[in-house]
């Protein structure tokens, strides 16, 4: 089946770090990968779209200077957090689908702590 | 934009009886609706999906309704288990090109208490 991989699974680094996590489809192209983050008990909360070679697009409310996204290939997604602060900590989760009215297939999240 | 509540948040059942969780979506143009399953810590599961021109799906133990005309669906999961603990996720797409957005539900605790 479809594989999403997500990188790291879990980051701890001081406030004002910068740090990159990645999102790789494995056994197929995807079309399309989402990034969500998500607070303890709470609902998955999208932040941005990406699709291969184009801009991403934002959500209302997201900072897209802070959370930078860049979809280099159909198999590659990063999402990085400029000077993260302790605000910024987190749940966050990639998803990526391989075409029209296919489901989204999830990575394993990567927990950040900034400290 | 789409608007996704899901009910209720919390479920508790005995192993062995049914659990329904409910959710409701505000546009009409969403064509297709998963259902995750997410422990904790963990990534999102699909568990079930049904588009707009099917009104139900079944699944051995796990059955989603569909009615677009009142906008609410509902997953259905019979003789439940132990390991059917978790949270509960609906969600609603629409979208053509490759390009589908998802809005999530609030989510169920599902607890099934052996």
């Known amino acids: 089946g479809a594989v999403v991989s997500q990188h790291p699974s879990w980051v701890i680094c001081k406030s004002g770090t910068s740090v990159k996590i990645e999102c790789r489809s494995l056994?197929?192209?995807?079309?399309?990968m989402f990034w969500y983050r998500q607070f303890p008990k709470q609902s998955l909360m999208l932040m941005a779209t990406?699709?291969?070679?184009?801009?991403?697009?934002?959500e209302q409310g997201v900072e897209k200077d802070k959370f930078l996204i860049n979809h280099a290939s159909l198999t590659l997604s990063t999402l990085t957090v400029t000077s993260a602060h302790p605000e910024d900590s987190s749940f966050y989760i990639c998803?990526?689908?391989?075409?029209?009215?296919?489901?989204?297939?999830f990575g394993d999240g990567t927990r950040l702590s900034i400290l | 934009g789409e608007n996704v509540e899901q009910h209720p948040s919390t479920l508790s059942v005995q192993e062995g009886d049914s659990a329904v969780i409910k959710c409701t979506y505000s546009?009409?143009?969403?064509?297709?609706f998963p259902w995750y399953k997410q422990e904790l810590g963990k990534r999102p599961q699909l568990i079930i999906d049904?588009?707009?021109?099917?009104g139900e799906k079944k699944d051995q133990r796990i059955a989603v309704t569909l009615n677009k005309t009142a906008k609410h669906f509902s997953l259905h999961i019979t003789e439940t288990q132990p390991e059917d603990s978790a949270v509960y996720f609906c969600?609603?797409?629409?979208?053509?090109?490759?390009?589908?957005?998802?809005?999530f539900g609030t989510g169920t605790k599902l607890q099934v208490i052996p």
């Open positions: 998803s990526a689908i391989g075409g029209k009215d296919q489901p989204q297939h």
């Open positions: 056994d197929f192209q995807a079309t399309t």
């Open positions: 990406s699709n291969e070679g184009s801009k991403a697009t934002y």
């Open positions: 546009d009409s143009a969403s064509n297709y």
């Open positions: 049904i588009r707009s021109n099917v």
């Open positions: 969600a609603a797409s629409k979208g053509s090109g490759g390009y589908q957005k998802v809005t």
